[in-house]
């Protein structure tokens, strides 16, 4: 259903010539069976998510507590999803070499389809030291001192910054990672996207950067629109989004009948699929 509503969504938004983001900011494994009941763990989540269209994802605290699951995000998760996939501050030992690696790009630039928005994203996890060992979680405020984002974030020409991490909104992470954008830029839109609380929350940090958390556990989904990004006068505005059919039905302005995506449909059946291998239904 998911699968269909960002659909959906997205259709509506270009019909209207607005550009649509799709965001993960982690702790996609542990406590559910789809991930918990296989052995080894992840093989049928890993399947599952890589068919959602997701634009923008970082990696949660829980990607990182076992060399296993770490390794599936590097060798599965990351090339499933590309250039999308952000890590800004984390590092993984690579099984095939020994050599300690970035766990994804740190940051990318791209340009929106519809409204030509040129946009630097990054992508942080809070500072974390419950990670195995295999990994390496820099701190966010000695990453942002190095080379790679102080160059990043001089790119004169930008309309958005976009920062999306599991990380609290209302942080000394997030925080500085602000103060350090605006020591460059004191007015180019900053827009943050946390996690971890597992809380729905917004903060302002001026009146042109803005966070939001976007729930727990998939309760709800936040969602975040900027208007008027490149006039000089942008505005922010969030809503939460209840996670269910009539909901979904609703914010798509569609019937039940015409509503599912004929891929979100067989993800369905692809989840229903693995429940089934898994032996979770009985």
């Not at 507590?65 to 590309?82: I, M």
């Not at 099984?95 to 970035?102: C, D, R």
């Not at 910054?161 to 997030?174: D, Q």
């Amino acid at each position: 259903d998911y699968v269909s509503f960002s659909t959906r969504m997205r259709e509506k938004a270009e019909s209207q010539d607005a550009d649509l983001l799709v965001i993960d900011t982690g702790d996609r494994v542990e406590g559910n069976g789809l991930y918990d009941a296989s052995e080894p763990k992840g093989i049928y989540i890993s399947n599952i998510l890589h068919q959602q269209h997701i634009d923008l994802l970082s990696s949660g605290n829980h990607e990182l507590y076992k060399q296993s699951t770490s390794e599936r995000e590097l060798l599965t998760t990351v090339p499933n999803f590309r250039n999308n996939y952000l890590a800004s501050n984390i590092d993984i030992q690579d099984p095939m070499t020994g050599k300690l690696v970035p766990l994804a790009r740190r940051f990318k630039k791209f340009t929106t389809p519809k409204q030509g928005l040129r946009i630097v994203a990054f992508g942080f996890l809070f500072d974390f030291t419950g990670n195995f060992n295999n990994t390496v979680v820099r701190p966010v405020e000695d990453t942002i001192k190095e080379d790679w984002f102080q160059e990043a974030i001089r790119d004169e020409d930008v309309d958005l910054f976009l920062v999306i991490g599991h990380v609290p909104v209302r942080s000394k992470e997030f925080d500085a990672v602000f103060q350090e954008i605006r020591a460059v830029h004191w007015d180019t839109p900053i827009q943050f996207f946390g996690g971890h609380r597992h809380i729905r929350d917004y903060v302002r940090y001026d009146s042109r950067a803005y966070g939001l958390a976007s729930g727990r556990f998939m309760e709800t989904i936040g969602f975040m629109s900027i208007d008027n990004l490149t006039t000089g006068n942008p505005t922010f505005n969030r809503r939460y989004i209840d996670n269910n059919l009539f909901s979904f039905h609703h914010h798509a302005n569609l019937s039940e009948e015409a509503f599912p995506t004929q891929h979100g449909l067989s993800v369905s059946r692809l989840i229903q699929l693995s429940r089934s291998n898994l032996e979770l239904d009985t």
